[in-house]
């Protein structure tokens, strides 16, 4: 393992041996002779000549003293019996070695056999259990054949301890191990991870080949991960594996899909689908059946790491990565533009015109590769520290130095066709949004919705071209998000109010109705004009709440008038043209008309010309429900709009309101009265009744009734005032007259 983040996974050697030393020692029971009479070691080695105990014979160790004994149990610690005398240089050496084997060397698997030429000496039984001794026996008792049994028992209870032992340490490897390549999340880190668990549960070191291959769908299979000397293998494909004897056995695997334990190790991970893992670790010898065994709960443990590293690695391509054209997409250019890397100055979004016809016409396989078309080309376009992302549908983002990412560069890249797999080529052409970054720190999301703000109007003034986002437009289309989340706030909190306006009869000042405006106060006191807020809540869709609660409100205040006012009395209500398009409209306003109770008669609606623009169709017939309940239409700053005579026919108008620029505007001069003039006369023709707006003096009033114009409504008679003073204006008014 080269790699200095794998080095938390390098395992300590709990033996202290040298790696492989194990295996390659194992073949002879080692047994260590302690007696201070060279006589017994001679007849001892005697009486065991030549016999085997389960297959391995035995090798004899000598030691005349405890101290002898101690010296050469802390060298190896592979002895698996000691036939201790009892009676050495004291009377009771033998059971101080036992108590010395035990508690200072620490070690709990070595068998021990007392034999003692002294009956007397016999130690307690208990001595017998602390000191987990295997046998005590006289010296006279030690027959050959009885020497052997219980060496032979001593043996096997040896190796059956020195099974669970090691058994348990794999076990606890295993467990850590499998905990380890849980936490690892990358592909590479993950398999050079079991290269040095497999090390480390074999213990065996890196000289000894381990290393990995990985097979995916479709491509050849290489070389994931290794250790030590064969380091430099990583990366390279099976097929040029240096050592044919590894690649057969990594190959052989991989084809095969289970493990294989004949000349050497050779393991099989089973991962998704055909992604599968091989990996090989050169052993010396046969495996024994204990670690054969780990081995296999260890694959099948990382089998499911395996598995569940790569649904990670799928999400988080799924998360970052566009599936379609296999570019970054809007979460990845999102975290990039919040890196704030230097030298990335310029974001665009680029969104290709008339895709959605395309996809229309054509099937979506089309549409499918016309982008893949798109994002190969932008990306072959741009160097690669500029980032090209699909953000969505037929959107593209660029993100990158400002000279690369231009309006010209993305120009050129739409200037030619563009190849299409197997197809005619296609000519694209694209409009995009640019924001130059300021240092403001301005976190991805908003950059975007800036770079979207100015893909917006580039489309409006200037498809097929780019257009630079500008701070002040930035500014102003925050200070519009704001706006309208404050006038939310203040119709659900009831803070919008009306205000009314009377208009007279031009001839005998007599009141004939008023109209109702619309007036926003917000917590801190500030109006904001009708003409600022409407459009907003227009194109939010508030529009339609709000101007039911208008309609609504001016009806019940008609009803507050009864007694004050003759039943001619009409209330004008302005109503957008985004109520108009919402299909159960006239059904809404017919229900308050009945809710109220207001005939219908008493009611106008005032329409701006841009209604006409739509289905002109459907809107004369939502209209003609409405007038046939009573409810006349006027037409609304008239003058000033795109209504044709045509329409004010079809729409069947009872009224138009000529639109106060002419009357006392800026553009109010003799021209544009005598614009005003015009319509009169038009209207008196088409025999649809005519009122003026904006009127500041009695000079403008009489000019209107000279040319013919029945109502009006201005400064000149009341500015819009609250309830209470539209009350006062009205008694004012009558006693005036009285
Ligand atoms: P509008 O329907 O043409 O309303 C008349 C506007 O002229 C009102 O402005 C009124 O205050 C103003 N005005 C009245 N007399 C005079 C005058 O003598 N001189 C001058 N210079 N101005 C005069 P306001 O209240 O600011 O309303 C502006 C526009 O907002 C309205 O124009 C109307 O289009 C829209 N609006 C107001 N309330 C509503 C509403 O409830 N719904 C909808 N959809 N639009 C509304
Ligand atoms: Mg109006
Ligand atoms: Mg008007």
Redesign the pocket.
Known sequence: MASSDDEAFVFMDESGEPAGHEHAQAQVWRVLLVDDEPDVHAATRLALKGMDIEGRAIEFSHAYSAAQAIELLSQHDDFAVALVDVVMGSNDEGLQLVRRIREDLGNPVIRIILRTGQPGYAPEIDTIRLYDLNDYKTKSELTQVRLFTSLTMAIRSYAQIRQLESGRRGLEQVLSATTELGKLVGLKTFVSGIVTQLCAILNVGAECLVCAAMREPGAPSYILAAAGQYDNWVGMALQDVPDERVKRRLQHVLDARRHCFEDGVALFFAGRGEQVLAAFVDMPGPLPEIERRLLELFCGNIAIAFENLQLYLDINDLAYQDVLVRLPNRNAMVAAIDAHEPGMETVALVDLDNFSEINSILDDSYGDAVLLAAARKLRLAFPADTMVARLGGDLFGLYGPCDQVTSQHIAQVFAEPFEMAGGEPLRLSATAGLVRLRDDGLPGVAVLKNAGAALKQAKRFQRGKSMMFEAAQADAARDRIQMLNRLRASFSAEHLF??Y?PFVHLKDGRVMGA?????WKTPEGQFI???QF?PLAEQSGL?IP??EW?FRTALKWRRSLVGLVGDDFRVA????HV?FAEPDFVRRLLGILGETGIPGEQVEI?L?ESVAIGNIDLLALRLDELRARGVRVAM??FGTGYSSLSVIQRLNLDRL?I??SFI??PRSGDDHFGIARTVIALARHLQVATIA????TSEQRMALQASGCEEG????FS??LDEAAFRQWLMDRRAAAS
């Open positions: 009306l205000h306006q109209e109702c405006l619309l007036r004009p009708p003409d409407i529009m709000i101007g208008v209500v302005n109503v957008s109520q005032e701006t609304d700053d309101k639109d106060r006392s505007g707006e904006g009127i500041e409504q201005g400064y000149l500015r819009p």
